[in-house]
């Protein structure tokens, strides 16, 4: 019989946030200061940025920035592989999605594709860094400066990553981040729009400023949701209750468990930005970005580690297709996704096999319903939407757990090839 591993995911959160969180919740100063203000100063120094403006969620800093910078019913060329949220903040915005495939490998946005959608109604080319990895910004950004078009970056899950010394988010004409509850910066919710132009930066803030703080009882609640999911993936209870509940979910295809960690399961279209997406960040969340900006080369230099022992004992099977091994910064690898033609037996063999790993639940956009008015048709989106698994690279989890899953993955083709 098997040891349970260790889980498939952590909300990443450090005893020390949850401390910095009750304090300043006891003390009340969970609205007051000016951490805000603070960070924002802090990032731009960071990575180089003109400017950094906090936001209450990443997505919103999306919608924020195309909406100073869009004519209605312009095209923004996206990626199709992301959450359908992304696509609403678009339209939202005023804007007309206009979804380009992805490269082969990457789970990234093609600059081929890019160069061949890009036209005159064209009023932003978006591209994202997705699980870590710099797309091909280079080239796209090079792309969009022929045309005389803004260049945005979703670095969301990204924050910390560069390519030739140049953090993602700053290459193009405003960069996003989120510093959500599995990201490498954590703050329970927020993000962050960072920006070279002065014009996008002032309709920003004007905007902003006319928005609330968010309420505390959203904040509170978020904050007890990231405890228990932290509760529930500490050794001990994992070990004892939390691994076999997904275990049999996955074994026996229980929706009511497997869907707990899906937010992606009942897409709809938004027209306009909901009443909660009207607020700005907090000081408590501020002072939690602020506590973390200094961790974030170590995580991503754990998190290599993590991605190189993957690539090695993975790279010599054809059935599984692979990120690219990047060792110069330009990936921090938040995640290892791997692609395979029938990741549902896999994921059922490694659970019972004693493995812990998780179906990506990221859509293909341009094909869901209800974007039907914006379809498009996207191969390469479509194939990866169905082959993608999450192989875990957070914090703390052990180059031997890492291992671990390898050696189930080869085993799993090898029987599946002697059959």
Known sequence: MFLPPQPRFRFYNSPANYFLAARDILSGRMMRG???????????????????????????????????????????????????????????????????DLEEDTCNIS???????????????????????????????EICRGRGVPLLEDACQAFGAKIDGQYAGTIGDAGFFSFGRAK????????????????????VVERLS???????????KRIAHCLVGDILTTPLVFSLFTFWLFRHGSLHDVDSVNKQLDTEDNPFMRTEVPPRYAVRMTPLQARLVDAQIDLADGKAAGRLELAEAYHA???????????????????????????????????????????????????????????????????????????????????????????KNVAVIRRYFRENNIR
Do not use: W
Not at 111 to 136: K, S
Not at 210 to 220: G, T
Not at 349 to 371: K, W
């Open 34 to 100: 000016d951490a805000v203000e603070r960070m924002e100063r802090r990032v731009e120094r960071m990575i180089g940025a003109e400017h950094a403006i906090a936001m209450p969620q990443g997505r919103v800093a999306i919608y924020m920035v195309l909406a100073a910078l869009l004519k209605p019913g312009q095209k923004v060329i996206m990626s199709p592989y992301t959450l359908y949220d992304v696509v609403n903040m678009v339209i939202c915005a005023g804007g007309r999605p206009v979804f380009a």
């Open 111 to 141: 600059a081929d594709e890019v160069e061949r959608l890009i036209d005159d109604e064209t009023g932003a080319v978006m591209v994202t860094h997705l699980h870590g990895l710099v797309c091909d910004v280079g080239r796209i950004a």
């Open 184 to 203: 490498n910066i954590n703050a329970f919710f927020g993000g962050m729009a960072v920006t070279s132009r002065q014009d996008i930066r002032d309709a």
């Open 210 to 220: 006319d928005f609330p703080k968010m309420d505390r009882m959203i904040l509170l």
């Open 313 to 403: 004992g993975l790279s010599d099977i054809p059935e599984v297709r692979l990120p690219p091994l990047r060792t110069d910064g330009s990936h921090i690898y938040l995640s290892f996704p791997i692609q395979v033609a029938d990741r549902l037996a896999l994921v059922k063999y490694m659970m019972r096999n004693g493995r812990d790993c998780v179906i990506q639940h990221i859509r293909n956009t341009a094909e869901l319903p209800c974007f039907e008015a914006y379809a498009a048709d996207c191969p390469n989106a479509q194939r990866t939407a169905g082959q993608v698994l999450l192989l875990p690279t957070y914090p703390g989890y052990k180059r031997s757990e890492a291992e």
